[in-house]
T-cell receptor
Framework: NAGVMQNPRHLVRRRGQEARLRCSPMKGHSHVYWYRQLPEEGLKFMVYLQKENIIDESGMPKERFSAEFPKEGPSILRIQQVVRGDSAAYFC??????????????FGPGTRLTVL | KNEVEQSPQNLTAQEGEFITINCSYSVGISALHWLQQHPGGGIVSLFMLSSGKKKHGRLIATINIQEKHSSLHITASHPRDSAVYICAVSKGGSEKLVFGKGTKLTVNP
């Protein structure tokens, strides 16, 4: 059973470009979370999705950031018109469809975004 | 003040020593998680607990709900234990995790 997969592992973008980060949850998991880790800072929650639904996006910046988890395919975190401050490690985690407040979350390896 | 505080921030130990990392939180929680982040950046879930104590190999995690405090212990530490250990909580009824800033552990041979 493959773990949570994220790609790309490293992404370099110039200011103003778009960044698309992908996350495939573990098999059988229907809950996906995105977290951001800024340099020298702790992890911060961004968004929680279930298939075709955004459940909680309270941690998402109001502009330029969006996330989706379609019926088929991976979850996508999209950052439009990237700025240098978006440079960070973006982690995806998934959990099974039980009690999300007490389930173990399984983390992917992360995507390290560098904005030049 | 952060909702989740860890101490110490940095910890250096000699191989074989007993290690304790502390986590205090200020909110009602559904569960507390201990995570390990290796130098390569990957994150592994070590424990999830809501009461009592859990043990896995040389790792032991305890939680005191009344005092809002948890500890992670490593017995017979080894250089491969060198990593950042992160405490995180699920706030009551919520699925999202709130993280401490992590404790960087270095175990020297």
């Amino acid at each position: 059973n493959a773990g949570v997969m994220q790609n790309p592992r490293h992404l370099v973008r110039r200011r103003g470009q778009e960044a698309r980060l992908r996350c495939s949850p573990m098999k059988g998991h229907s809950h996906v979370y995105w977290y951001r880790q800024l340099p020298e800072e702790g992890l911060k929650f961004m968004v929680y999705l279930q298939k075709e639904n955004i459940i909680d996006e309270s941690g998402m910046p109001k502009e330029r950031f969006s996330a989706e988890f379609p019926k088929e395919g991976p979850s996508i975190l999209r950052i439009q018109q990237v700025v240098r401050g978006d440079s960070a490690a973006y982690f995806c985690a998934s959990s099974p469809q039980q009690d999300p407040s007490t389930d173990t979350q399984y983390f992917g390896p992360g995507t390290r975004l560098t904005v030049l | 003040k952060n909702e989740v505080e860890q101490s110490p921030q940095n910890l250096t130990a000699q191989e074989g020593e007993f290690i304790t990392i502390n986590c205090s939180y200020s909110v009602g929680i559904s569960a507390l998680h201990w995570l390990q982040q290796h130098p390569g950046g990957g994150i592994v879930s070590l424990f999830m607990l809501s009461s009592g104590k859990k043990k896995h190999g040389r790792l032991i995690a305890t939680i005191n709900i009344q005092e809002k405090h948890s500890s992670l212990h490593i017995t017979a530490s080894h250089p491969r234990d060198s990593a950042v250990y992160i405490c995180a909580v699920s706030k009551g009824g919520s699925e999202k995790l709130v993280f401490g800033k992590g404790t960087k552990l270095t175990v020297n041979p």
